[in-house]
């Protein structure tokens, strides 16, 4: 590989597209959920409530992006606009199918009216959504910034040390593997009870073990980049295979997102890197990764039993009336956070809760510290959950609460209403600096943002995590490639052309004239 291959043509983009804006996607958005809103209210009766007023304002406040990413106004995986595409499920959709379809979260203790509870976090969600929209709609900051030299990645170094790291999972891989007893017994422990308590200690260990699939793509795709862009076939291939070995890998241990974000975040390196990938493709992409939530919930909560279906002995119909996973539990439970919170919000307005001061975010900070070193932690959002969720009788038994709450839903359990409101706030400078490092990744050639824009993308989901979650996340999954990015970066002092010039016939204006333009 050549120093140059470190720069290359940014695949073919509407530079313009990025930022532009219409003052009609407001009123686009306004006239289409509304007239939603009140279709929903004249034949649903569950929705005639007040609840619907303070859901439909938080429906348009973040639908404006998605209308403008369905317009193609922005890149296809814009920040800004996958917030607006989740957002406009979590804050709209969720509670309005929580409330229509009357399915809450079992077992829940001395349970609030729920529309009227549903209805209080519409309205804190709604104050939020319109603080996030004025934190998007500050102007940036114009100083002048200082000068420093640009540190491009050296394409060499990073193969090397990707080497080194793939070897060194995959070895730590092994020893998981013989840890118990071969391939058997290693399926057999996974894919056993859902506590499996033969992991348990291994956090650092199980880290290392999974990261070499994702890695070893991220290498593939920057060596043959310029091969791969012109066959489309063979990323499919790549990416059917990236997902097989992740769900063997760290998949069977009950856990979706172990293969489904490495997959997203391989993804869109491709769209950054090789080619651009076009929303009809996306579309699909999702419906994939909707059945897999899905097919997988059931795996989850029934194990290996969930093959009696595949065997034709039992129904989907009968496994997910067994297990309690059926699709309003996919959507307004792995999607959505709308009852959690609104259980949370409604304790504190009662004031049947204190607020625990920053707790939850302290012990999600010292998550994978040995007790040796920290043998106090913080009180976490388990304990904390458990009691709220389910009663102060709760920690005298071994049931605990595994729910997540969402930004504004943690922010409640630890400063109360006020910190529900200005986590939004928080959500609109996080968009706000992802993007525009993500734009930047966008226009410029160079390989190392393209590749660290989208381990940034990730944070957008803080909107549906908890801390622990996003700590977790950040750890298992960006610091891999992250680390190995900044190992292999070089100290240019020089002065470089923004783009290569490249010899007509070469391989990268081959490669670059197969790239599909953003949005097409």
């Excluded at 007239?35 to 929705?47: E, H, I, Q, R």
């Excluded at 348009?60 to 106004?73: E, K, S, Y």
């Excluded at 809450?104 to 001395?110: E, G, L, N, Q």
């Excluded at 891999?480 to 900044?486: D, G, R, S, T, Y």
């Amino acid at each position: 590989m050549s120093p140059r291959d470190e720069l290359l043509p940014a695949p073919a983009v509407r530079v313009a597209a990025q930022e532009r804006r219409s003052p009609s996607d407001g009123r686009l958005t306004t006239a289409l959920v509304l007239s939603l809103s009140l279709a929903l209210v004249v034949f649903v009766p569950s929705l005639r409530h007040w609840l619907m007023v303070p859901v439909t304002l938080s429906g348009i406040l973040i639908g404006v992006d998605t209308v403008a990413w369905f317009h193609r106004r922005t890149d296809v995986f814009d920040p800004r606009a996958y917030l607006g595409l989740m957002g406009f499920h979590f804050f709209y959709v969720a509670p309005i199918l929580q409330v229509g379809l009357d399915h809450w979260s079992p077992r829940i203790y001395d349970p609030p009216d729920w529309p009227n509870a549903i209805g209080a976090m519409a309205v804190l969600n709604t104050l939020g959504l319109a603080l996030y929209r004025v934190v998007l709609a500050l102007p940036a900051r114009r100083g002048r910034r200082r000068h420093r030299p640009a540190r491009q990645l050296d394409v060499r170094a990073f193969w090397w040390f990707g080497l080194l790291a793939v070897a060194v999972s995959f070895a730590a891989f092994g020893v998981e593997v013989a840890m118990f007893g071969g391939l058997s017994g290693f399926v057999e422990v996974m894919t056993g009870s859902y506590e499996r308590p033969e992991l348990a200690g291994l956090g650092w260990f199980l880290l290392i073990t999974e990261a070499f699939p994702a890695l070893l793509v991220a290498m593939v795709l920057v060596r043959w980049r310029s091969a791969l862009a012109r066959r489309p076939g063979l990323l499919i291939l790549l990416m059917t295979g990236l997902a097989v070995t992740q769900f063997f890998v760290s998949g069977l241990k009950g856990s979706r997102s172990s293969t489904m974000w490495p997959v997203l975040l391989c993804l869109i390196i491709i769209h950054l890197l090789v080619r651009r990938i076009p929303r009809r493709a996306l579309f699909a992409v999702v419906a994939v990764l909707l059945v897999y939530m899905y097919g997988y919930g059931l795996y989850k909560s029934a194990g290996p039993n969930v093959l009696a279906v595949a065997n034709g002995t039992r129904s989907v119909e009968e496994v997910s009336s067994a297990t309690g996973r059926d699709l309003p539990t996919l959507l307004t439970g792995d999607f959505g956070r709308a009852d959690v919170q609104a259980v949370v919000l409604d304790r504190h307005l009662h004031g049947e809760a204190e607020p625990v001061l920053g707790s939850t975010y302290l012990n999600a900070m010292t998550l994978l510290l040995p007790d040796a070193l920290l043998p106090y932690h913080p009180v976490s959002k388990v304990e904390v959950g458990s009691v709220l969720l389910y009663g102060p009788t709760i920690l005298e038994s071994e049931h605990r609460s595994s729910k997540v709450y969402g930004l504004a839903g943690e922010a409640i359990i630890n400063f109360g209403p006020v910190g529900g409101l200005l986590s939004f706030a928080v959500l609109g400078l996080v968009v706000r600096a992802v993007r525009r490092y993500y734009l930047n990744a966008v226009h410029r050639p160079d390989l190392a943002p393209k590749l660290l824009a989208p381990m940034a993308w990730t944070l957008v989901g803080i909107v549906s995590a908890d801390l622990d979650n996003v700590v977790f996340f950040q750890l298992k999954y960006a610091l891999p490639l992250v680390a190995v990015v900044l190992l292999s970066r070089r100290l240019d002092r020089g002065s470089r052309p923004a783009v290569p010039q490249v010899r007509p016939g070469s391989s990268h204006r081959r490669a670059g004239a197969h790239r599909i333009p953003a949005g097409r």
